[in-house]
């Protein structure tokens, strides 16, 4: 795949959507996890306007803010695409917050991990399951835990591929795009959230400090991640497909 350069606008979304495309062709059914931040609306702005056969689910943890639930309902009306929201299994949640509050991830990076992994990890495996691969937002320049991102990657975790079409983009690439398309974008970016998640989880930042510094704050830069792509947390599930190779 050619790499473009950074403000060659029109060949970076070029080659996003050759990597959409080609995860479509290498891997039958693809699914795209989206949490609507301002990457996943580029790669949703993609999908649907190549009308490519990508599934997109969100996973709705239960502590999502109302902005991104906006946002769930503008995108469905801007682009006439299902949108399967997965939720957690509401035993688990029940057990957890029974046991140890509703507000337990700020007691202990353990509780705030297992908290993660019910409502994000073990929902995410769930609705990757049966698939080739899934698509995901991540960019190398999001965080220190994302700077090996690639395009095209095997994710060992869930035992797909897994393809990052914005491995390489900028946040100057990404915000240009969602501009130029005129892309519909989470009310919380513009009050200083550069990256979204839960609500108590996640906080504005200062205008140039680290985007994810918002993320999981009270804990070290290297663990604030939630499991997804990265984690501690034991999820397994069986993914293979015939398509897959
Ligand atoms: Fe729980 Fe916070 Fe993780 Fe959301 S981000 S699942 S509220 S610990």
Redesign the pocket.
């Known amino acids: 795949m050619s790499v473009a350069f950074a403000s060659d606008y029109p060949a970076l979304a070029h080659a996003a959507l050759d990597a959409l495309e080609r995860a479509v062709e290498w891997h039958g059914r693809v699914v795209f996890a989206s949490s609507f931040g301002a990457e996943d609306m580029v790669i949703l702005d993609l999908i649907a306007g190549a009308r490519l056969p990508i599934a997109t689910f969100t996973l709705d943890?239960?502590?999502?803010p109302q902005e991104t639930h906006d946002l769930v309902d503008v995108a469905r009306r801007r682009y006439d695409v299902p949108i399967e929201v997965v939720v957690?299994n509401a035993a688990d949640v029940e057990a957890f917050v029974r046991l140890n509050g509703p507000n337990?991830?700020y007691d202990s990076k353990d509780?705030?991990?297992?908290?993660?992994?019910?409502?994000?990890a073990a929902p995410l495996a769930r609705a990757l399951a049966g698939a080739g691969a899934w698509v995901t937002g991540l960019r190398r320049e999001q965080n220190v835990t994302r700077a090996g991102v690639d395009v095209d990657e095997q994710d060992a975790l869930h035992g797909i591929a897994k393809v990052n079409p914005l491995a390489h983009w900028s946040h100057d690439d990404v915000w240009h795009y969602l501009r130029a398309h005129d892309v519909p974008v989470n009310a919380l970016h513009a009050r200083g959230y550069p990256s979204v998640?839960?609500?108590?989880?996640?906080r504005a930042v200062a205008p140039g400090d680290d985007p994810r510094s918002g993320?999981?704050w009270w804990e070290a830069p290297e663990s604030r991640e939630?499991?997804l792509h990265r984690r501690p947390i034991a999820v397994k599930v069986a993914v293979r497909t015939e398509a897959s190779p």
Do not use: S
């Open positions: 943890t239960g502590r999502l957690p337990a991830f509780l705030r991990v297992e908290c993660c992994r019910i409502r994000k998640g839960c609500a108590p989880c996640t993320r999981w939630c499991g």
